[in-house]
């Protein structure tokens, strides 16, 4: 079988799962991601138990988290995602990784709101008002950290705002997530667009022109188009052209060893009192909800190797 047949087949299967898309048009003047996350979304819902609203907001940073993680510079980078707001649901975090890997939680997985004024899920009253903050973390290297004001708690709007107040680039992103009833992901899925070095003022009105009346994201994904299919329905007037499609999942990479680590910043009295009492240490991943327990025999074992 030719080579190229084998790297379709490849390409093919992954478009069936949880994946993102990254392409670029007007000759390399807009740089455009965009990703479908269901099973990614749903895994999150499933780890913490999140109401409705509560996986909306989280998914959406998900999405946000993964499509800003192929704008990273380095393959070891790691990018983290805060929300701070005055709402309900008290913050988010959200981790990338360059791997289309991510993982999350909101403070308050249960929060429950009435739909907003167009009987959408209120992520915006859930958030409230607050700050974004974005930290790059490259190994031997400080961390990079950037804060700016929400715009809306809405999310999709907030990320672009980063870009243009911290980064000074125009972009527009759109993330959504639509659930069903019984609470579970129908349909997850964003985009991101941005304008590169080298534009002009026509390029930006005809993009603007171009994104104005678009339907949400979930529209889209309900009609059954892909990453690429809405990228190609943004930008196709602008020479579109698929660069790359790569998979995505939730994945926290937490396991008992880490598990010992993280027991060792509780103390070396807190865990001596514990071995004293004969009692087992838990350790809870707020990212995926695992509860790792380590005896009194692996507490002794953690203090003799740290002497």
Known sequence: ???DNVIDFATEKIRRGD????????????????VT???????AHQNHSTSSVATAALGRLMMGALMMSTTMKSEDELLTLQIAGDGPLGGITVTANSKGQVKGFVNHPNVWLPPNGRGKLDVGGAVGSGSLTVIRDMPGAEPYTSQVGLVSGEIGDDLAGYFVLSDQIPTSVGVGVLVNSDTTVRQAGG????LMPGYDDELIDRLEAALTGVSSVTDMLERGMGPSEILESLLGDFG???????????????????AK???????EDELRDMIAKDETAEIYCHFCGKRHYLTPDELRDLLSDKD
């Open 261 to 267: 680590r993280a027991a060792l910043a509780l103390g």
């Open 191 to 194: 985009f991101l667009i941005q």
């Open 1 to 3: 079988m030719p080579e």
């Open 240 to 258: 579109y052209q698929e660069l790359e499609v790569s998979p995505v999942e939730f994945h926290c990479g937490c396991n008992h060893e880490r």
């Open 19 to 34: 994946h993102m898309v990254r392409g670029t048009a007007a000759d390399g003047l807009i740089r455009a991601i965009a």
């Open 37 to 43: 996350a269901r099973d990614t979304v749903e895994t």
